[in-house]
């Protein structure tokens, strides 16, 4: 499947497998289709990446597995991490794809979702909100 602007699912750092069995999970729930990012798009915005289906002539390395939602309404992605929690998937980075972020560098926007983790994570420990 390749982009088009419709809604969708978009993975960041999994595997065929990996995507095999959230495809099966998206499939029971009657959500949109998931669409691996590949590694030469790193460097593009998400704009370039979904809507132009671009690539670029560098590789972006990232570890982090990381969920984008683009046109899926808010309820529908806490339906879907709800459900995800409850299946032998792994536990990424979850975020939406907003009018603003569209416009960001996907490796801008990783390292962004990422500190901003470690801050909440922080942030628990020490028993804040």
């Not at 095999?20 to 990012?37: G, S």
């Not at 289906?53 to 899926?72: N, R, S």
């Not at 939406?96 to 926007?109: K, Q, Y």
Request: aromatic share 10%; glycine share 4%; charged share 20%.
């Amino acid at each position: 499947m390749t982009f088009d602007g419709s809604p969708c699912v978009l993975l960041w750092n999994y595997s065929s497998a990996e995507k095999a069995e959230i495809d099966r999970f998206l499939a029971e729930v009657k959500a949109p289709p998931a669409v691996l990012i590949a590694k030469d798009q790193g460097y593009l915005s998400l704009k370039e990446i979904i809507l132009a289906q671009a690539h670029g002539a560098q590789e972006f390395e990232c570890a982090e597995k990381v969920v984008l939602f683009y046109k899926i309404p808010s309820k529908g992605i806490a339906f879907l991490i709800e459900q995800a929690k409850s299946r032998p998937l792994p536990r990424p980075i979850y975020a939406a794809v907003t009018e603003f972020s569209i416009n960001w560098p996907l490796h801008e926007l990783l390292a962004d979702l990422i500190r901003e983790r470690a801050a909440f994570a922080a942030a628990a420990r020490q028993g804040q909100p």
